[in-house]
């Protein structure tokens, strides 16, 4: 949250919080007006900024951990990449993307979409009505086991985006040696649709090119 909005929030003036963070002319030590932060403020302006509620712009920057946290563990109850993406309306090239990416961070509109969600979901069944249902999370369920993903239960919520917590759980909490034992082709499918190729569908799913196309020569001998 930006300083000079925090300031607004509080009801004081942007410089009453500037000189409290960073003093004034904190770049010229040899200015005469030049000031150290300041180490005290009034009873008054400090009960102001004390009272401020965090609120984060839409396209600020939070942490992922508990974004991602979050989506490893509705697959690991069983909701797939393809319905999670359908619920938020991304692809499941989106879901894989955010859980194996390497930035860090993530929007606070992205982080709060993802968080309504999972606590929509994280006591609820996927759907099985269909036999493509109860395939969809069976595989997704065995994708996250064999990635050693975390079930919500295994999270106190306060530890949810916290980066530095661990998981209460016997399962370890990264990715075991070894490659998954089962390939979603529905996020495959996505994937492919959208221009990625093969090598990188597998290194962003863990496994090898040719578990990939085994699975596919499969599926279309299943189909034939």
Request: charged share 25%.
């Amino acid at each position: 949250m930006g300083w000079k909005s925090v300031a607004h929030a509080a009801g004081v003036t942007p410089s009453t919080v500037g000189h409290v963070l960073y003093g004034k002319y904190p770049h010229q030590p040899e200015h005469p007006e030049h000031r150290p932060p300041r180490k005290r403020v009034t009873r008054q302006v400090a009960e102001k900024l004390l009272a401020v509620k965090l609120n984060l712009a839409g396209g600020a920057l939070v942490h992922q951990a508990g974004t991602v946290r979050r989506l490893q563990a509705l697959i690991v109850c069983g909701w797939s990449g393809s319905e999670l993406g359908r619920r938020l309306g991304w692809t499941s090239a989106n879901i894989w993307a955010l859980i194996h990416g390497t930035r860090g961070q993530v929007t606070t509109t992205t982080a709060a979409k993802v968080r309504a969600l999972y606590d929509e979901l994280w006591d609820q069944p996927p759907p099985g009505t269909t036999r493509y249902e109860k395939q969809a999370a069976t595989r997704a369920r065995n994708l996250a086991r064999s990635w050693g993903w975390a079930p919500p239960l295994a999270w106190d919520d306060e530890d949810l985006d916290n980066p530095y917590a661990v998981p209460e759980t016997d399962t370890p909490s990264t990715r075991p040696t070894g490659r998954p034992a089962t390939v979603d082709l529905d996020d495959v499918d996505w994937l492919l649709d959208g221009g990625t190729s093969l090598d990188e569908i597998a290194a962003r799913m863990g496994v090898t090119v040719g578990l990939i196309e085994q699975a596919r020569r499969d599926r279309q001998r299943r189909a034939a």
